[in-house]
């Protein structure tokens, strides 16, 4: 498969068993739409989420012994969520490579943050079948050490929506409203996207996956807006 040998540089691993690396990369639309015997990623998927718990886990237990149980989860759920492994996704090219549907292709489907965020996880299980934990260890690492630096302190904990409403209500006793504005894409690849207003005002908007994480989204963007505002009046 020399269509791979780009992407594989670019990962710094080599697959012995290349069809691994195509798995990871069949997003589950070809079997919507070529038959359900057709496999796709969503197994490895699994496989590479829960791998990527493990590595990530034990990398903030040694790394931070005095930091609770409570702290750390948190951590390892702001590394681990969607918008962070779509930019993982996104930095390794993998859109480039999926193996799409002709609708999913038609829709955008390689730029998608889901598809994107669902094929590295699929990517880290197809290298832990491929070579085993220490590969995906030293694989995982590696990604995740340019985004967090050595991991030499505690990842960023902030909760968006929790501090959009501090700040607000800091100077109203109005709270801000999350309003559902769209929801796409197929049964099996839902996108929400979100808007966050105060007193009238949009502040920012989100997409996500989910209701949830679209508002989370929302909330961020309203900060960063809010922020600049705040930079330009000073």
Do not use: W
Not at 59 to 85: D, I
Not at 193 to 200: D, K, M, P, R, S
């Amino acid at each position: 498969m020399p269509a791979f040998d780009t992407l594989q540089t670019r990962l710094g691993y080599r697959f012995r068993d290349e069809s691994l690396l195509r798995l990871a990369l069949t997003h589950p639309s070809v079997a919507h739409e070529q038959g359900a015997s057709v496999q796709h990623n969503q197994r490895l998927e699994f496989l590479g989420d829960a791998v990527l718990q493990l590595i990530l886990t034990s990398e903030l237990y040694e790394k931070f012994p005095s930091t609770g149980e409570g702290s750390l989860t948190k951590a390892r759920a702001q590394m681990v969520n969607r918008r962070a492994l779509a930019h993982q996704g996104r930095r390794l090219g993998l859109g480039e490579h999926l193996v799409l549907s002709r609708g999913e292709e038609a829709s955008g489907g390689r730029t998608r943050p889901s598809a994107l965020a669902d094929a590295f996880e699929a990517l880290l299980g197809a290298i832990f079948l491929d070579s085993g934990f220490d590969a995906a260890r030293d694989f995982v690492l590696r990604q995740f050490r340019e985004e967090f630096g050595e991991l030499e302190v505690i990842p960023n904990l902030e909760n968006p929506k929790g501090e959009l409403q501090e700040i607000l209500q800091a100077n109203s006793i109005e709270a801000p409203q999350y309003q559902l504005e769209s929801v796409s894409g197929p049964d099996h690849d839902r996108l929400f996207e979100c808007a966050v207003y105060h007193q009238g005002a949009e502040l920012g908007r989100g997409k996500g996956k989910s209701k949830k994480e679209a508002e989370s989204q929302a909330a961020l963007a309203a900060l960063e807006n809010l922020g600049r505002k705040a930079d330009q009046n000073s």
